[in-house]
């Protein structure tokens, strides 16, 4: 059975571009996740969707935005890029809601410059 | 609000040492506790849960159980292997809506050695 995939795996942007993002979770899963990993905020919440609807937001400024497709898949954005969006994306995915037993993907490593 | 502190590391063992990660939280409510490993270039993997008070979670040798009363989950291996070096998160979930979002502590990185 195929994990959580995350595409692009790495990639390098420039202050004020903008960037999108993709998952695509387990077979089944319809609950899609973010964090952002960082070595100095560790794991922080962004989003969460299930069944094509944000069903909770973190606090980050709107500058971060997501959407869930109807076959699960996630995709996230961010805009206008800042030197400290620069992190590791990582996108979860769950069968059953309201288990906390997230899988997650290998991350998408993200650098501004 | 929700919080988890950890221990911080770096941790480093010899191999066959005993190991205690320490975790406690802060929660409204009755949380459910995880404990997530991310070994290096890899996403987290979930390690081991507890969803009430007194239950114990275990997996691979390693243990961690629910303290209500110290709002506790510390993580427990009787003997490491080299296998083990990667980063241990502690985590906690609380019933908000269906929400699947989880608070992490800021994880412990453990390096063992042979």
């Known amino acids: 059975k195929a994990g959580v995939t995350q595409t692009p795996r790495y990639l390098i942007k420039t202050r004020g571009q903008q960037v999108t993002l993709s998952c695509s979770p387990i077979?089944?899963?319809?609950?899609v996740s973010w964090y952002q990993q960082t070595p100095g905020q560790g794991l922080q919440f962004l989003f969460e969707?299930?069944?094509?609807?944000?069903?909770n937001k973190g606090n980050f400024p709107g500058r971060f935005s997501g959407r869930q497709f109807s076959n699960s898949r996630s995709e996230m954005n961010v805009s206008t890029l800042e030197l400290g969006d620069s992190a590791l994306y990582l996108c979860?995915?769950?069968?059953?809601?309201?288990?906390?037993?997230?899988?997650f993907g290998e991350g998408s490593r993200l650098t501004v410059l | 609000g929700n919080s988890v502190t950890q221990m911080e590391g770096p941790v480093t063992l010899s191999e066959e040492a005993f190991l205690t990660i320490n975790c406690t939280y802060t929660?409204?409510?009755?949380?459910?506790l995880f404990w997530y490993v991310q070994y290096p270039g890899e996403g987290l993997q979930l390690l081991l849960k507890?969803?009430?008070?007194?239950d114990k979670g275990s997996n691979k040798g390693f243990e961690a159980t629910y303290r209500k009363e110290t709002t506790s989950f510390h993580l427990e291996k009787g003997s490491v292997q080299v296998s083990d070096s990667a980063v241990y998160f502690c985590?906690?979930?609380?019933?908000?809506?269906?929400?699947?979002?989880?608070?992490f502590g800021k994880g412990t990185k453990l390096t063992v050695n042979p």
């Open positions: 979860a995915s769950s069968l059953i809601t309201n288990t906390g037993e997230l899988f």
């Open positions: 077979s089944g899963h319809r609950s």
């Open positions: 969707y299930f069944s094509e609807t944000q069903r």
């Open positions: 929660a409204t409510g009755y949380p459910s």
């Open positions: 507890a969803t009430k008070a007194d």
């Open positions: 985590a906690l979930r609380t019933s908000q809506g269906g929400s699947e979002k989880l608070v």
